[in-house]
């Protein structure tokens, strides 16, 4: 719902002109270092744009970056996108914070937990909210004893094929 709800003044938006998205991406990669990758947030419109996000993830994926897709929109174009780009690639499983209360929180690890006893792996994609990093905090305290190891989420990442 931009323009009522602004993330801000160097947010790519699907109005711009690829370059505009693109100097906007390199400055905001250009306050900080050594990251892996990167994820979008608030960006569902933009994520679902093809024509909006292939620019952004060709340069990223030209500087070996991975792309991690946060999960809050059905309609990213994305893995498709990193895909064509041959570029390490990670879908979240589970929003934690939709609900951004203790007890919904609580239920979105459980879920995620649950996605990662069938399938060996799962990633889940939260804000920095004090109830969200108290919640997860106290759940990363007890994950050990039942059997849950975290990772890196390049461990989780698709890896790119080799030529």
Known sequence: DYPDNDPGPQTLLTTLAPEQ???????????LQGYVGLTNYMGARFTASEKALAPVLDDIAKRGLLYIDDGSSTRSVASQIAG????????AD????????????????????????????????????????????????AAQARGIVLVPVTAAANKPKSS
């Open 21 to 31: 998205n693109l100097d906007r991406l390199h400055w905001l990669m250009s306050r």
């Open 84 to 91: 064509a780009n041959n570029m390490p690639f990670v879908k």
């Open 94 to 141: 589970e929003v934690l914070d939709t609900v951004t209360t203790p007890a919904e929180i609580d239920r979105a690890l459980a879920r995620l937990e649950s996605a990662a006893r069938k399938r060996g792996i799962a990633v889940g994609t939260a804000t920095a909210l004090p109830v969200s990093i108290d919640r997860i905090v106290n759940w990363m305290k």
